[in-house]
T-cell receptor, first 112, second 113 residues
Framework: IAGITQAPTSQILAAGRRMTLRCTQD?????MYWYRQDLGLGLRLIHY???????GKGEVPDGYSVSRANTDDFPLTLASAVPSQTSVYFC???????????FGNGTRLTVT | EDQVTQSPEALRLQEGESSSLNCSYT??????LFWYRQDPGKGPEFLFT???AGEEKEKERLKATLTKKESFLHITAPKPEDSATYLC??????????????FGKGTSLLVTP
């Protein structure tokens, strides 16, 4: 089934550790995104990529980095995790500027 | 700055009791307004895109409408399986974030038998 695959589905991480959240899509979409979802704050954009080889910062980029080496993969790295990064992380993709975003089922991350 | 405000935050309906969810927005040039449904533990699932004031879209018991300041998601004769969180999002022309969507905080809908 075509779509977005995120891994892991959940993770408990000690503060200060490095972590990479994986996101792969098989729809050949040009644009990809990372959002975090927190109770009372909704979905907030962390980073985005309009096409392979380019990335941009969203609303809450601090503490996160991304890369887009190819069309299908868009990993999100936390270099040194902090408790405030406890959240549910969603990866999404879209075909072009007028297309809806398609979301994965998220990674639930707890930083202790 | 683009803003999306959804109301109410939570809504409880009896099965068959129709109602509407509101999404008010301010954006510097609307490219599109999107409605999503999100079930617990899942990612948002796309429902509708509206592009211009006066536009309407329908899907089963749901109908979305758009004006220059707000959008409504009308739910007619809801069933328990319509229980979910409904998210509204806008895409702005000339956004600094590419084609990304700016989301509201959602309305949590519970439909009881």
């Amino acid at each position: 089934i075509a779509g977005i695959t995120q891994a892991p589905t959940s993770q408990i991480l000690a503060a200060g550790r490095r972590m990479t959240l994986r996101c792969t899509q098989d729809m050949r979409h040009n644009a990809m995104y990372w959002y975090r979802q927190d109770l009372g704050l909704g979905l907030r954009l962390i980073h985005y990529s309009n096409t392979a080889g380019t990335t941009g910062k969203g609303e809450v980029p601090d503490g996160y980095s991304v890369s887009r080496a190819n069309t299908d993969d868009f990993p999100l790295t936390l270099a040194s995790a902090v408790p405030s990064q406890t959240s549910v992380y969603f990866c999404a993709s879209s075909d072009d500027r007028d297309s809806p975003l398609h979301f994965g089922n998220g990674t639930r991350l707890t930083v202790t | 700055e683009d803003q999306v405000t959804q109301s109410p935050e939570a809504l409880r309906l009896q099965e068959g009791e129709s109602s509407s969810l509101n999404c008010s927005y301010t954006v510097s040039g609307l490219r599109g307004l999107f409605w999503y449904r999100q079930d617990p533990g899942k990612g948002p699932e796309f429902l509708f895109t509206l592009y211009s004031a006066g536009e309407e879209k329908e899907k089963e018991r749901l109908k979305a409408t758009l004006t220059k300041k707000e959008s409504f998601l009308h739910i007619t004769a809801p069933k328990p399986e319509d229980s979910a969180t409904y998210l509204c999002a806008v895409q702005a022309r000339g956004s600094n974030s590419g084609y990304a969507l700016n989301f509201g905080k959602g309305t949590s809908l519970l439909v009881t038998p």
